[in-house]
């Protein structure tokens, strides 16, 4: 059974990202680079950016899966639901909106992790809103500074407006993505990182 009812239309497309609009700091990261391109019902994008802040707290932020919120106000929910052969199960619910439209989409994710140098998450698809979904987060040390390169790829299990959808799905992955590593970014830089 689905963790969250099921729904179709643009607000579940803006929804879906997995990062959505959390506040701008002051942070300003690097983009190296960043492709987004649709085949076949499955939305991808490949970033590459450098960020301010030392691989090890990057790390620390990234895999912190229970604080996701404060990085994001779009997650309304973030929590680690159990371990699978040491790897922690991650449930997210992300709710956005577009005009007077809201909507939620729930995922569990895999993180397979290799600490400090790699993340990735698969997405079980029996209990989200999506056919599929992978991210692969690989970070990398450049003299206290730190290389970030992320694929992400998703389907979603609803139906998709061609033309609006697509576009709200893009400017929520690519748009969102980068906002959400700026906090990253910022959180990561402080001394305390709260954690």
Same mark, same amino acid.
């Given at each position: 059974m689905r963790p969250v009812r099921r729904a179709a239309g643009v607000g579940l497309m803006v929804a879906l990202a997995l990062t959505l609009a959390p506040a701008r700091g002051a942070a300003a990261i690097e983009v190296l680079s960043q492709r987004f391109?649709?085949?076949d019902g499955v939305y991808a994008l490949e970033l590459e950016v450098r960020l301010q802040a030392p691989r090890d707290a990057v790390w620390a932020v990234l895999t912190d899966y229970d604080r996701l919120g404060e990085l994001n #106000?779009?997650?309304i929910e973030s929590r680690v639901e159990r371990a699978v052969a040491g790897d922690p199960e991650v449930l997210t619910v992300i709710r956005g909106c577009v005009l007077f439209f809201c909507?939620?989409?729930a995922r569990i994710e895999r993180m397979q992790e290799s600490p400090p140098a790699r993340i990735v998450a698969v997405t079980d698809p029996a209990r989200s809103d999506l056919r599929q979904g992978r991210s692969d987060w690989?970070?990398?040390d450049e003299a206290g500074l730190t290389r970030l390169e992320l694929s992400v790829t998703l389907e979603p299990d609803f139906w998709v407006? #061609?033309?609006l959808g697509r576009r709200a799905l893009r400017r929520s992955?690519?748009?969102g993505t980068l906002?959400?590593?700026e906090a990253v970014e910022q959180r990561a830089g402080q001394p305390d990182r709260g954690r």
């Open positions: 391109w649709v085949s #106000p779009a997650v909507s939620s989409v690989r970070l990398s407006p #061609p033309l992955l690519v748009g906002e959400l590593l």
